[in-house]
């Protein structure tokens, strides 16, 4: 099978472990999605790897954490149709992932790519409070 194989079998892996992690956390936040002022979209696409990066980061803690909370995460493929419920103001997303703040719907704040943890959660405290956002956020 040689190098093909193996380049192959390595993205079968990570695709599975996208979807997986996907399908977990849109079980778990479903129901915060339909009770939230907020919503957190993700843009991402298969064999993205800061999309990877940032489900092996954060996509298990994202939904206990205050941010979590206060905007629960759904994730959409770029490549696919966006949910009819939202209304994307920044145009079409074209880098992933791509981190769209939405409140009641409509986006008031957008974070392109992910680097790290750290400036990540920075972005997202400054446009929550941004957008009137009321949280505790966690001190350093």
């Not at 194989?5 to 892996?13: F, I, L, M, N, Q």
């Not at 909370?69 to 493929?77: C, H």
């Not at 696919?80 to 939405?102: A, V, Y």
Request: charged share 20%; glycine share 8%.
């Amino acid at each position: 099978m040689g190098a093909t194989g193996d380049v192959a079998r390595a993205e079968t892996a990570a695709q599975t472990v996208d979807t997986t992690v996907a399908a977990t956390s849109e079980a778990e936040t479903g129901e915060a999605i339909a009770d939230s002022e907020f919503r957190l979209l993700m843009v991402e696409q298969v064999g993205c790897i800061y999309c990877r990066m940032w489900n092996n980061d954060l996509a298990p803690i994202y939904p206990k954490t205050p941010e979590g909370k206060t905007a629960p995460l759904q994730r959409v493929d770029l490549h696919k149709p966006f949910p009819e419920d939202i209304t994307i103001t920044g145009g079409k997303p074209l880098f992933t992932p791509t981190f769209i703040l939405l409140q009641d719907g409509v986006e008031v704040a957008r974070i392109e790519g992910y680097a790290s943890e750290d400036f990540f959660w920075g972005l997202l405290d400054q446009a929550l409070k941004k957008n009137g956002a009321t949280y505790q956020a966690p001190s350093n």
